[in-house]
């Protein structure tokens, strides 16, 4: 079993920048891909990042990709999201996710996090 805790958000004004954390416990995360999902309200859960096991593999929504950067230190058990160039858009509740192998639809991934609140001002 996993337990996966995710942290960072905040309110920040458009162009700024934020760093999620996701921190894991009960069980190594080097045995999981990770993966970064996001909900605004009214919206369905959509995909945002994810990263294989070693690092070594990543993708991103074309909606974040080259503002966005998904990483994670297997020593400390966290994977992060360097959120950059924020838009008002990228307002959501965010999520980290564990599973198996990184995929870019939330059905695969087996623990999640509560949710940490992005609030982006114009």
């Known amino acids: 079993q996993v337990q996966v805790v995710d942290s960072g958000g905040g309110l920040v004004q458009a162009g700024g920048s934020l760093r999620l954390s996701c921190a894991a416990s009960?069980?190594?995360?080097?045995?999981?891909?990770m993966g970064w999902f996001r909900q605004a309200p009214g919206k369905e859960r959509e995909f945002v990042a994810a990263?294989?096991?070693?690092?070594?593999?990543?993708y991103y929504a074309d909606s974040v990709k080259g503002r966005f950067t998904i990483s994670r230190d297997n020593a400390k058990n966290t994977a992060y999201l360097q959120m950059n160039s924020l838009k008002p858009e990228d307002t959501a509740v965010y999520h980290c996710?564990?599973?198996?192998?990184?995929?870019?639809?939330?059905?695969?991934?087996?623990?999640w996090g509560q949710g940490t609140q992005v609030t982006v001002s114009s």
């Open positions: 990263i294989s096991w070693n690092g070594g593999t990543t």
């Open positions: 996710a564990a599973g198996a192998v990184p995929t870019l639809t939330p059905g695969p991934y087996n623990y």
């Open positions: 009960g069980r190594t995360l080097i045995r999981y891909a």
